[in-house]
């Protein structure tokens, strides 16, 4: 039986919020100790929109220094930046030969992000997909833990690896399956319970980052949007109020516990008493990792050792499954 594998990115395209690490981060952490684990870094990603070249490596040591200061271990992991493995672009290629127009079209997170402006963005935008399906099946992994968002380009890679599979009569490729768990799937913004948490978003007060001091998270927190009315004990009730949802599910994330256990121990509390609760939850829980992320980034040695083992690790698999990729479409075998 073959090996479940898995992999998954983050953008180095700012700090890091509370929605990544709970709809992600937090779930790679569980998942070490059950799965071979791949964490990358996907700088080329990043780079479908500008990104200040000055600030890029350091960018990439920071989200590892958050991997680490979340709790996975690097000796046990393969941590790594997909820049520095050449096959995934390789394989992307490919893929884009794979993928249908079609399907990319129909991309919301493209349409979302390119907005109006569809004719001015990156191609590379709009290809990002065949890029994400390369980083999953170039170490043909067979699970992926992502937050919701990233839900429609895991469908998108387990339809690549069909198409490659029907089109040269092969079983080569697994059908990864996305890990969307828990109530930190979905985090949204503090200021707009419709809009999802992002590192775009100009406000600073929509997002906690993973390095806010204490009185960043309590100050975000006491002017998070909520309702005038008292925390209900009707989940139906709650869920119809988006920022209130919010706030809860939160709180639920870091605590490990559902939301109906959070409404019944909170039913009849007005929102200034939650929060004080949730203030120190997030104290207690996310500013250990911001104050771990700066002790790692006064070490850059170890960090930039990390992400040189994390090259060799990865590229050794790589190279071995991309070797194959070209001999099943009749390439030359380098
Ligand atoms: P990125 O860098 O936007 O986000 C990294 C991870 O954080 C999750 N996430 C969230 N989860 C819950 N609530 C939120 N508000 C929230 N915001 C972000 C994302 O779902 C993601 O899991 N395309 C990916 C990066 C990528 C990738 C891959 C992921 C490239 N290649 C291969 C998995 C496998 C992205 O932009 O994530």
Known sequence: M?????????QPSGDLHIGNYLGAIKNFVKFQNQYECLFCVVDLHAITVWQNPSVMLHQTRKVISAFIASGID???????????????????W???CVARMGWLNRMTQFKDKAGKDKENVSVGLFTYPTLMAADILIYLATHVPVGEDQKQHLELTRDIAQKFNNDFNTSFFPLPEPL??????????????SKKMSKSDPSDYSRIMLTDTIDQISNKIK??????HPISDN????????????LISIFASLNDKEVSSVLNEYS?????????????????????????????MQDLNYIDNVLLRGKENSTILADSILSKVYEIIGLKKR
């Open 74 to 92: 690097p000796n046990k992991n393969t941590l790594f930046a997909q820049s520095d493995v050449p096959h995934h672009t390789q394989l992307a």
């Open 223 to 228: 002017k998070a949007k909520t309702d005038s």
């Open 235 to 246: 989940l139906e009730d709650i869920k119809n109020r988006l920022e209130a949802h919010n």
């Open 2 to 10: 073959k090996k479940n594998r898995i992999l998954s990115g983050v």
């Open 94 to 96: 490919i893929f884009s």
């Open 180 to 193: 969307i768990l828990g109530n930190g799937k979905r985090v949204m913004s503090l200021r707009d319970g």
């Open 268 to 296: 009849g509390k007005d929102f200034s008493y939650f929060k004080k609760d949730l203030i120190e939850l997030i104290v207690e829980k996310i500013s250990p990792i911001g104050k771990e992320i700066s002790k790692l």
